[in-house]
């Protein structure tokens, strides 16, 4: 999606690209997709393979709080937000 319009209306998405803006170094990998069905909204990220350690954390402690956060923004906004990670190919 390239328009800013649709992209920033899902409860979650500017929060955590702005996160991850912050976190990764290569930022022209960062991809974040998303789709919206009957179980709530599903953030997929996609970052370099340099990235990936900073993005999941030690012991998975950055994926996991961001998760968590997710669901708190989410919730604020009567919807379930759900954050996927793609391992790089």
């Known amino acids: 999606m390239t328009d800013e319009t649709t992209t920033t209306d899902y409860p979650g998405y500017a929060f955590l690209r702005y996160v991850l ?6 930022k022209d990998q960062l991809v974040i997709e998303q789709q919206e069905d009957d179980l709530g ?3 997929t990220v996609s970052v ?7 993005l ?9 709080a961001l ?5 708190i923004v989410g919730g604020n906004a009567d919807k379930r937000v759900n ?5 790089p190919a």
């Open 41 to 43: 909204i599903l953030l």
């Open 56 to 64: 999941i954390g030690k012991s998975g402690q950055t994926i996991k």
């Open 21 to 26: 803006e912050q976190i990764i170094e290569d």
């Open 83 to 87: 954050l996927k990670v793609l391992e």
């Open 67 to 71: 998760r968590t956060l997710l669901r």
């Open 48 to 54: 370099s393979d340099s990235d990936m350690g900073k």
